[in-house]
């Protein structure tokens, strides 16, 4: 079920112009010790250290756990990992008012990430060729999911048909974006090392490929 996305590839930039009016779209993708992975203006991932700034301006002022506070043009803002927002200079902040997430595909093509069902964590793969949401019955075990207690259905795999779940997931989050009452699908099989992103939770976002980025951003 595993597919390599192809897209039409787009890349938005926004400028706000002004004397002192600039503002740069930052994606936090990962923390290690006193340094952030980050996505500036859709570009390639890069690491900046506490104190440090990037070539466009953002800096690095702090890093706490799963959080990171940056500064641009004397303006901070704080973003959680995966959370993707727009920094603003002379301005105030945008704010977290748009849901929006940029991945980064890894060394296979496939954008992996990290994410919570029902407010714990598991790791995603996008899958457009998946319908819905796909866990395994040991993920579902782990999340307190009844799916035993969901609709049974057919479900077509490279190892033909097997029975499977669908449930109703409360609560989805991939960074800043979170969907409430997803659908998805539950195998009982326990060899699935990852949850399927599928197309239940895709087909609510406006997604942007850009080489190796994605940007997922809230429809409704």
């Known amino acids: 079920m595993f597919t390599t996305i192809n897209h039409t590839l787009a890349v938005l930039f926004f400028l706000w112009f002004g004397a002192s009016a600039l503002a740069t779209d930052v994606n936090l993708n990962g923390i290690i010790g006193n340094k952030a992975l980050l996505v500036i203006d859709g570009g390639k ?3 900046l250290a506490v104190g440090e700034s990037s070539p466009e301006g953002v800096k690095l002022v702090s890093v706490s756990g799963e959080t990171a506070v940056f500064e641009l043009g004397g303006q901070r803002q704080t973003l959680k990992m995966g959370q993707s927002d727009r920094l603003s200079a002379g ?3 945008a704010g977290a008012g748009t849901q929006s997430v940029v991945l980064s595909a890894s060394g296979n093509g496939h ?12 790791q ?6 998946a319908s819905f949401i796909t866990l395994g019955s040991s993920d579902a ?12 259905v057919a479900m077509s795999t490279a190892n033909g048909v097997v029975p499977a779940y ?3 997931l409360d ?10 009452n997803v659908d998805g699908i539950v195998q009982p099989d326990n060899s699935m090392p990852v949850v399927l992103l599928g197309m239940s939770f895709l087909n609510r976002m406006e997604m942007k490929r850009d080489g ?3 940007t997922l951003k809230k429809r409704f």
């Open 111 to 122: 954008f992996v990430t990290a994410g919570q069902i029902n407010g714990q964590s598991v």
């Open 212 to 214: 190796e980025t994605m």
């Open 166 to 168: 669908r449930v109703k």
């Open 45 to 47: 991932p890069r690491w």
């Open 171 to 180: 609560e989805v989050r991939v960074g800043g974006v979170s969907l409430n």
């Open 141 to 152: 075990k782990r999340l307190n999911i009844n799916y035993l207690g969901g609709q049974k």
């Open 124 to 129: 995603f793969i996008v899958d457009t060729g």
């Open 91 to 93: 301005t105030a902040s």
